[in-house]
């Protein structure tokens, strides 16, 4: 079975978040999400925009509208 550089980066950018969780079992499931959630935001929002992922602007752009997000809902907590 052939693995793509698309697929092989996936699967490393997931290793290496996993090490940056909390560590706590009861937490993997909600952690993997927030992280899927994460990345679907990026995707749409880079070809909503039609940012260009090598581009640093496009890239604080996104992060700027994923962190005005989460600070959005825990400013409400």
Same mark, same amino acid.
């Not at 490393?12 to 090490?19: C, V």
């Not at 990026?42 to 090598?54: A, C, E, F, L, V």
């Given at each position: 079975?052939?693995? =793509?550089?698309?697929?092989?980066?996936?699967?490393?950018?997931?290793? #290496? #978040?996993?090490?940056?969780? =909390?560590? %706590?079992?009861?937490?993997?499931?909600?952690?993997?999400?927030?992280?899927?959630? /994460?990345? %679907? &935001? $990026? !995707?749409? $929002?880079?070809?909503?925009?039609?940012?260009?992922?090598? %581009?640093?602007?496009? #890239? !604080?752009?996104?992060?700027?509208?994923? &962190? !005005?997000?989460? %600070?959005? /809902? #825990? !400013? /409400?907590?």
């Amino acid at each position: 079975m052939k693995i =793509t550089k698309r697929q092989l980066r996936r699967i490393i950018k997931e290793e #290496l #978040l996993a090490e940056r969780g =909390t560590g %706590n079992p009861a937490l993997q499931r909600e952690e993997q999400e927030i992280r899927m959630a /994460v990345e %679907n &935001f $990026y !995707d749409k $929002y880079m070809m909503t925009m039609q940012g260009d992922p090598s %581009n640093p602007r496009d #890239l !604080d752009r996104v992060k700027t509208a994923i &962190f !005005d997000n989460i %600070n959005a /809902v #825990l !400013d /409400v907590l």
